[in-house]
Nanobody
Framework: QVLPAESGGGLVQAGGSLRLSCATS????????MGWFRQAPGEEREFVAA????????GYADSVKGRFTISRDNAKNTVYLQMNSLKPEDTAVYYC????????????????????WGQGTQVTVSS
């Protein structure tokens, strides 16, 4: 099983950019679809973006489509979330998650599918 660990969060002004990284320990990273979720204070955890194990398929929440890009480097066992044109409503703790899968082109936009979660990284966007 892989163990995700997020980094790259911080404080940024509205309109700015951040890149989150999620490094994974363990073996068989290429058998895991990966996802990013976020949770704002008082809110439920919500889907942000996901990528298939091969990297060939990606999906995004409507709220981030066109602004965020998910990618992965299977040689480095790492998944990334590039966040551009950030808005105050993007403020949340961002979590990386891993889902074991046999399907190389399937991504999962729902939390219940994921087997392992990171501790989260705080992203704060000031207005």
């Amino acid at each position: 099983q892989v163990l995700p660990a997020e980094s790259g969060g911080g404080l940024v002004q509205a309109g700015g950019s951040l890149r989150l990284s999620c490094a994974t320990s363990g073996r068989s990273f290429t058998y895991y679809a990966m996802g990013w979720f976020r949770q704002a204070p008082g809110e439920e955890r919500e889907f942000v973006a996901a990528i298939s194990s091969s990297g060939g398929s990606t999906g995004y929440a409507d709220s981030v489509k066109g602004r965020f890009t998910i990618s992965r480097d299977n040689a480095k066992n790492t998944v990334y979330l590039q966040m551009n044109s950030l808005k105050p409503e993007d403020t949340a703790v961002y979590y990386c998650a891993a889902a074991r899968t046999y399907y190389s082109l399937t991504y999962y936009p729902y939390a219940a599918k994921y087997d392992a979660w990171g501790q989260g990284t705080q992203v704060t966007v000031s207005s």
